[in-house]
């Protein structure tokens, strides 16, 4: 730190009255400066200052007529706000008003609902014929046989049928009219040309099949229903896997 600066008393004092001189000089140079510019007697500024008193009087001087003109009375706006409307209606809860509720239900009655509960029927209703449960099952060994060569069912039966492959071969079961096993066979024979034959499931288009299931895997099996042909007579059914319906087929005999 410099400690050669001259900080003496006289040095100091006249730094004082320089700093004092030059605070009135800067005073008396803006005070000048104000007479120049002519101050609070500017005409100019005289008369703006008195065109916005005059403004500001007439404007106050306006209200003033207007509520003259049209005096509000706020005790009696007030009382109007909080004046209720009279509905003519009994309070809730008392005597009058459970009164007024049933004369109310009694002039707007109310029907009941509709409900879901059936209606008895008239007179004797047909009873529903019972489901059939048959089981029908390919031989094992590749044999391409059905174990059940025979079948006899009453015409117009109910039938759930189970068939089984317990078989290392696919195979399905069709169930047909009478007489069209050769037909039927001709046209499953025909499908091994058909690129779409494993997605038809080797079941050929003919209006002769009467039930039918899909291909059913090894070791697999499927359950169908259908209603047995009120004809009587022998109805063959089949395996339409290419080459199986000439060995693989049964009679199903449709009795009354």
């Not at 509000?72 to 209720?84: D, F, I, S």
């Not at 025979?150 to 078989?167: I, M, R, Y």
């Not at 395996?239 to 693989?248: E, N, V």
Request: hydrophobic share 35%.
């Amino acid at each position: 730190m410099d400690t050669s600066v001259d900080s003496s008393p006289l040095k100091r004092f006249f730094a004082f009255w320089m700093g004092l001189g030059t605070f009135c000089a800067f005073g008396a140079l803006s005070y000048c400066a104000y007479k120049v510019t002519g101050g609070e007697d500017d005409p100019e500024y005289v008369a703006a200052s008195k065109q916005r008193s005059q403004y500001r009087e007439g404007a106050e001087k306006a209200q003033e007529e207007k509520l003259k003109a049209a005096p509000v009375n706020l005790t009696a706006a007030v009382g109007k706000l909080g004046k209720q409307r009279d509905s003519g209606k009994p309070v809730p809860g008392t005597k009058a008003f459970e009164e007024w509720m049933k004369q109310q239900a009694a002039a707007n009655p109310v029907e009941p609902p509709e409900t879901d509960v059936p209606k008895e029927p008239k007179g004797e209703q047909p009873k529903e014929k019972p489901v059939v449960q048959v089981a029908i099952d390919a031989l094992p060994g590749g044999v391409m046989k059905f174990k059940q060569a025979e079948l006899s069912l009453k015409a117009g039966s109910n039938v759930e049928l189970t068939f089984s492959n317990p078989d290392v071969l696919q195979h399905n079961f069709l169930l047909l009219k009478p007489g069209t096993k050769e037909k039927v066979g001709a046209l499953a024979d025909a499908m091994l040309t058909d690129p779409e034959a494993m997605k038809k499931q080797y079941v050929p288009e003919s209006s002769d099949i009467l039930a039918k299931t899909k291909l059913v895997n090894p070791f697999g099996k499927e359950v169908i229903k259908f209603t047995v042909p009120d004809e009587p007579g022998d109805y063959p059914y089949i395996c339409t896997f290419p080459g199986h319906w000439r060995l693989m087929f049964g009679t199903l005999k449709v009795t009354k």
